[in-house]
């Protein structure tokens, strides 16, 4: 897998990182994101067929919501 983008940053001030990439092997896009929340990693991520729209995926990722219960 060859990634395009890798991002570092803060969300609700948590250590976050997203990352886009292709694999090409098995033609798909691949999205993630984790979080690291005290000493646990949380993450999602999405595999999309090439030639699929991903509208909506930015939506899907930002609708994360932290509970602190």
Known sequence: MALDDFTIGKRKGF????ATGVNSAQKTRIFMFMIL???KRYSLSAAI???VSTHGGDD??????????
């Open 37 to 39: 929340i005290a000493n």
């Open 49 to 51: 067929p090439q030639g």
């Open 60 to 69: 899907f990722f930002a609708s994360l919501a932290l509970d602190s219960k």
């Open 15 to 18: 250590s976050s990182y997203s």
